[in-house]
C-alpha cells in the first residue's frame, strides 16, 4: 500500500481467514477519536472498522484503520515510516521478522527500478 505522506508504502490490514495482526489496543476517549481520525486520514484514506481482538487472554470488540483504496501490490515504507513501526515492536524476535520483510520490499523494488 502506498501513501504520498509517508514517501511509500503504509501499513494496512487485509482480511484473511485464519490471518492474524499483532498490536497494540489502546483506549482513545471518544473526544480524541476525531483528532485521531484526521491524523489518520479518515474517511478519504482510512476507514474506522470493527474488530475482536485477543487481549489479556480475552476477545474483545475494538477499531482499527484500514486503506479505503488499497494497492494491488504492497510498497516497501520510507525509512522514516519503517523506523516508526520498527519502534514500536517490542518482541525482538517479530521486529526482526517485520524488519526483514521491509528489507525484502525495499530491495524488490531497487531491482524494478534497474529494470
Known amino acids: 500500500m502506498s501513501g504520498a505522506a509517508r514517501q511509500g508504502g503504509v501499513a494496512n490490514i487485509e482480511g484473511g481467514r485464519g490471518g492474524a495482526v499483532r498490536g497494540v489496543l489502546w483506549d482513545v476517549p471518544d473526544e480524541e477519536m ?3 481520525d484526521r491524523r489518520e486520514g479518515a474517511p478519504r484514506f482510512y ?5 475482536k481482538v485477543k487481549a489479556d487472554g480475552r476477545w474483545v470488540m475494538a477499531e482499527t484503520y484500514q486503506l479505503v483504496r488499497p494497492l494491488p501490490n504492497e510498497a516497501a515504507p520510507s525509512w522514516e515510516y519503517a523506523r516508526l513501526i520498527l519502534d514500536g515492536i517490542a518482541n525482538p524476535a517479530y521486529r ?3 524488519e526483514e520483510h521491509i528489507l525484502a520490499l525495499m530491495a524488490r523494488e531497487e ?3 534497474c529494470v
Not at 476507514?47 to 474488530?51: K, N
Open 34 to 36: 476525531i483528532a485521531l
Open 47 to 51: 476507514a474506522r472498522i470493527p474488530v
Open 96 to 98: 526482526k521478522k517485520v
Open 111 to 113: 531491482l524494478m527500478r
